[in-house]
């Protein structure tokens, strides 16, 4: 197939949209896939220039609305300027719901465009909580709507976890086709394998020798929810002393993260490791990983933890839970006290063989759902089904599994 991906995370970008997009790529190129990325690097400089001109003018208007419009249109425009219509494609797979839109202009709708969704929450409503706009702002009902009115126009919608396509539903329109297709990840590059003196990363059974070890990787922001991680730590020291939490990652809330360390007398407790991309050999020095976000849509992270062999526990926010589902203990619910989860960690540690079973459950579950073949497996089949499907025909009933 010759497949076009748009994105507006461009490349280079801290950003697990960049780094899906990247993946699956490389992985259709693999399978003798015609790939061509665009994201708003792609335009010529001139024209880019162009459209930030246009951008700033509707930023001068009064209040935050002038800005938003003119960024979310302008983001529409660089796509839409950035693909080259003379291409023929099969499929458009665009990584939001703006370049979608965007994709849908530039080729006169003479390709399906297959809309993945990556965000944790209604996208307009995302960008109003990232920005802390009044709810009953302007630039905040524009944000909603101007979301509602992308979405209300994506007629083939891919999440990546059941929890996204739930989400979405309400929003597309009728006879909208849907599937999903978990985030992947290669099960057999995260096996354990004998650590050497040119491994690279810190080797933290050294740097903690005999000290249990629990782990979290990701973003330092309130998302993430690192805090509470760092007040289930100053309980676990009670019920379970020598235990060492490492958080992974970079990111705004660093310096509160140090101050709530101090404040808790945690210096010897929790590490603030830094942003790290060895992350194999991180999750199988880990005892436990636990995952703390409060908002996620299908995370990279528990299912890196379950392939590296790594136990995992994770609050039960977005999509975490269908990854745990074997493992339904292992999903916390969000109202859980610091004192309770680390109670709960404190109990694992104590007994390797519930932490064994634990682990050997989680695996089975993973390997053959959540390793990068059955992901590209299953977005070719949508992408397949969207080349088909001229003119549109109604959808069959997919049902989505709830989750609690």
């Known amino acids: 197939m010759n497949i076009l991906l748009t994105s507006l995370q461009v490349p280079g970008a801290a950003s697990g949209v960049r780094v899906h997009y990247e993946r699956l790529a490389a992985l259709l190129r693999a399978q003798g896939h015609q790939v061509t990325v665009v994201t708003q690097d792609s335009l010529r400089p001139w024209v880019r220039r162009s459209i930030g001109a246009v951008?700033?003018?509707?930023?001068?208007?009064?209040?935050?609305?002038?800005?938003?419009?003119?960024?979310?249109?302008?983001?529409?425009?660089?796509?839409?300027?950035?693909?080259?219509?003379?291409?023929?494609?099969?499929?458009?797979?665009?990584?939001?719901?703006?370049?979608?839109?965007?994709?849908?202009?530039?080729?006169?709708?003479?390709?399906?465009?297959?809309?993945?969704?990556?965000?944790?929450?209604?996208?307009?409503?995302?960008?109003?909580?990232?920005?802390?706009?009044?709810?009953?702002?302007?630039?905040?009902?524009?944000?909603?709507?101007?979301?509602?009115?992308?979405?209300?126009?994506?007629?083939?919608?891919l999440g990546i976890s059941e929890y996204a396509l739930r989400l979405t539903l309400p929003f597309l329109p009728a006879g909208a086709r849907t599937a999903v297709?978990?985030?992947?990840?290669?099960?057999?590059?995260?096996?354990?394998?004998?650590?050497?003196?040119?491994?690279?990363?810190?080797?933290?059974?050294?740097?903690?020798?005999?000290?249990?070890?629990?782990?979290?990787?990701?973003?330092?922001?309130?998302?993430?929810?690192?805090?509470?991680?760092?007040?289930?730590?100053?309980?676990?020291?009670?019920?379970?002393?020598?235990?060492?939490?490492?958080?992974?990652?970079?990111?705004?809330?660093?310096?509160l993260l140090r101050a709530l360390i101090t404040e808790h007398d945690l210096g010897n407790d929790v590490v603030l490791l830094g942003y790290h991309t060895q992350i194999p050999a991180l999750l199988h020095a880990a005892d436990i990983y636990v995952h703390t976000a409060a908002r996620e849509n299908c995370p990279y992270?528990?299912?890196?933890?379950?392939?590296?062999?790594?136990?995992?526990?994770?609050?039960?926010?977005?999509?975490?839970?269908?990854?745990?589902?074997?493992?339904?203990?292992?999903?916390?619910?969000?109202?859980?006290?610091?004192?309770?989860?680390?109670?709960?960690?404190?109990?694992?540690?104590?007994?390797?063989?519930?932490?064994r079973d634990l682990q050997q459950r989680q695996y089975a579950y993973a390997r053959t759902r959540f390793d990068v073949a059955a992901m590209v497996r299953n977005t070719l089949a949508f992408y397949r089904e969207a080349a088909g499907l001229a003119p549109l025909t109604p959808p069959q009933p997919q049902p989505v599994a709830a989750h609690a």
């Open 55 to 157: 951008r700033r003018a509707l930023g001068l208007l009064p209040g935050a609305l002038g800005e938003r419009v003119g960024i979310e249109l302008g983001n529409v425009a660089e796509i839409f300027c950035a693909i080259d219509r003379n291409q023929p494609y099969d499929v458009v797979n665009a990584q939001d719901v703006s370049s979608g839109w965007a994709a849908r202009l530039a080729l006169a709708d003479r390709v399906p465009v297959v809309v993945t969704g990556h965000y944790n929450d209604h996208p307009g409503e995302e960008v109003v909580k990232l920005l802390n706009l009044p709810p009953t702002s302007w630039a905040a009902r524009f944000e909603v709507r101007w979301y509602n009115f992308l979405l209300r126009r994506t007629r083939f919608s």
């Open 301 to 355: 992270a528990v299912i890196e933890a379950m392939a590296a062999g790594c136990p995992t526990v994770a609050l039960a926010a977005g999509g975490s839970p269908e990854l745990l589902a074997a493992t339904p203990e292992a999903s916390v619910p969000q109202s859980t006290a610091p004192a309770a989860l680390a109670t709960q960690l404190a109990a694992l540690l104590q007994d390797p063989a519930a932490l």
């Open 181 to 255: 297709a978990h985030n992947g990840v290669d099960m057999a590059a995260f096996a354990p394998v004998a650590r050497t003196a040119d491994t690279a990363g810190p080797d933290l059974r050294a740097m903690f020798p005999g000290r249990p070890i629990i782990l979290n990787i990701g973003q330092l922001e309130a998302r993430k929810n690192q805090r509470y991680l760092v007040e289930v730590a100053a309980e676990l020291r009670h019920r379970h002393p020598g235990c060492v939490t490492v958080l992974v990652g970079k990111g705004e809330d660093e310096a």
